[in-house]
């Protein structure tokens, strides 16, 4: 026979997500590939003395969940133990979350900044009871007088700080907050701590940049996080110049070399794909062009386990900034706008066409982030014009978040082999607050599963974590039930999809956003093996339930990095 098998499993359900969607009861991994997948008989002459053998009892065996949109330093600095946990339910009042820097400032050196994540006024007691009580920096104040306290909102879009953060800031009653940005006040006119959207620059600018270990610190903590989760995959969406001010630097191009070393040392427990960063919003093609002209370097690391896939544009904000460019007017008015260099909409067409075409021409894949119908058209187009100019085989580029997809994207992006990366748990979270924004009609059609792979567009999913939690299951979830977090209530239910599509966004479909489905992404003889094996039957589990499923074993390359079997 010759070679035994380094790990062998039996008894289960492996959900091989081959093009038949497959299920086998037996798998077998030798020097870091899959040798054999079947039955019993199949696997039975692999065992040898030294070979592991699981019993799966009738858990789930799946390929290694790829995560591809996530922010993992930035994921691992906004939460602990770097940053307080400020989400539902870890906390559920004002007086939880002061409690909580209360102990942050027994144990930090004084001075220090303290941070927190995750804090949503819909989940905090006091701001339920009353709408009108936001919260403030004397909330604050009474426990941490002397530290500078910065709390984020789990949206991204507030920020809540202390009287001491302000301090140092700058900021008082006669600060001029940023376009775009506001600086909350009480009726004495003095800041209340709390800033809105663009203000929070504000705060960034006076932290201190993240240092080397810092960065360092964040990813593990990441990485240890998704091992759990049963993550074997991400893309690191937007690494390089253009990130050198967002999250104190998370996303700058020193993180890129922090990666480097991790991946030398050993560290690096999952496959990172990663997508240039070059310049930030609001940029020019003359800017972007000149900054793509030094991308960054990989050096000499294992492409399978970090590669520089393509490169990140900014195309147009969030629909709840009333950002997002949209072909209707937001309720209470306005459309949005692209957000790249430019004094008109027609201008701005040009500026992102040419930006694509550019990066397009230099043979790059492209991600676009782009959330409006109106913008997402745009980009779509401008995708096949750009290949039109100058054809290219399997450029794979691909809409980033792609909330109000249209009829006419969906058709331009398949005929022309392009995809889209959707946030399902973003769609989780967000999908009753949106309705105040676009409507009833719009915030359900948002994230158009079901339509999109009807029309043949290759879709992926991914977290955005930080913005959400890293939880596939809470995503496939979703996919199916299309509920959403705060009310439970169905959001759009003529885009749900089946279990096995919702299953293939998170791994075929994004191994193909990674240029790699021919290697990882399915459960066959010959690849890469990266699994997941998941307690219990997903097949024929109730939706509501999986996202409670635990994750038992993560194998990445046929190396085990979370065993909770052993445990």
Not at 85 to 102: K, N, Q
Not at 198 to 205: E, M, R
Not at 224 to 232: E, F, K, S
Request: charged residues 20%.
């Amino acid at each position: 026979m010759g070679t035994y098998a380094d790990l062998v499993f039996l008894g289960g359900r492996v959900v091989t997500v081959d093009a038949e969607f497959s299920i086998a009861s037996a798998l077998a991994v030798t020097g870091g590939v899959i040798s054999a997948v079947g039955g019993r008989d199949d696997v039975a002459p692999l065992v040898g003395p030294g070979t592991r053998v699981v019993d799966l009892r009738g858990a789930t065996l799946l390929p290694g969940i790829n995560d591809s949109h996530l922010h993992a330093c930035a994921f691992g600095m906004a939460t602990p133990p770097l940053s307080l946990d400020l989400g539902h339910p870890a906390v559920s009042s004002l007086a939880d979350v002061t409690e909580a820097v209360r102990e942050a400032v027994g144990r930090v050196p004084g001075g220090q900044w303290i941070t927190g994540h995750g804090w949503d006024t819909g989940y905090l007691d006091e701001c339920v009871a009353d709408p009108s009580r936001l919260p403030s920096r004397r909330d604050l104040d009474a426990v941490s007088p002397d530290h500078p306290v910065v709390l984020y909102a789990f949206s991204g879009h507030a920020t809540w700080v202390n009287s001491k953060a302000l301090e140092l800031i700058g900021i008082d009653r006669h600060t001029v907050a940023p376009p775009g940005g506001a600086i909350v006040v009480d009726e004495a006119g003095e800041p209340t701590g709390l800033l809105h959207e663009g203000a929070q620059a504000l705060v960034q600018n006076a932290l201190p940049p993240l240092s080397r270990q810092e960065r360092t610190d964040a990813i593990r903590s990441a990485l240890a996080t998704l091992a759990r989760l049963g993550v074997t995959s991400y893309t690191e969406p937007g690494l390089g110049p253009g990130g050198d001010g967002i999250m104190r630097g998370a996303l700058g191009a020193e993180t890129l070399d922090v990666y480097r070393r991790l991946l030398a040392d050993g560290e690096l427990t999952a496959r990172v794909g990663v997508l240039l960063l070059p310049t930030g919003m609001a940029s020019t093609t003359e800017e972007f062009a000149r900054a793509l002209a030094s991308p960054g370097e990989t050096g000499d690391a294992d492409p399978r386990r970090l590669a520089i896939h393509g490169v990140k544009v900014f195309a147009d904000g969030i629909v709840p900034n009333k950002t997002a460019w949209m072909h209707e007017p937001y309720v209470g008015g306005g459309c949005g706008s692209l957000c790249v260099g430019g004094e008109t909409d027609t201008e701005r067409i040009a500026e992102i066409g040419a930006m694509i075409r550019h990066a397009h021409a230099a043979g790059h894949q492209l991600g676009v982030h782009v959330t409006g119908d109106r913008a997402i058209d745009t980009v779509a187009d401008a995708f096949a014009a750009a290949m039109s100019e100058h054809p290219r085989p399997d450029a794979r580029h691909y809409v980033i978040h792609g909330d109000f997809l249209t009829a006419h994207s969906m058709k331009v992006l398949a005929a022309h082999g392009f995809g889209v990366n959707m946030n399902p748990t973003i769609k989780w979270t967000v999908a009753d607050m949106e309705e105040e924004f676009v409507g009833t009609e719009r915030a359900a059609y948002a994230w158009p599963y079901r339509d999109a792979i009807d029309a043949g567009v290759r879709v992926a999913s991914g977290s955005d974590a930080p913005v959400t939690y890293p939880d596939w299951r809470q995503g496939v979830a979703t996919m199916v039930l299309r509920e959403s977090k705060a009310a439970g209530r169905v959001s759009g239910p003529e885009q749900r999809i089946a279990l096995a599509e919702a299953i293939r966004t998170y791994t075929i479909n994004a191994a193909w956003q990674d240029f790699a489905d021919d290697w990882k992404g399915s459960l066959e003889p010959g690849k890469a093996a990266d699994l997941c094996v998941l307690d219990g039957d997903l097949l024929t589990a109730d939706p509501h339930d999986i996202p409670e499923m635990p994750v038992v074993l993560t194998v990445v390359d046929g190396q085990v990095v979370h065993d909770a079997l052993r445990d």
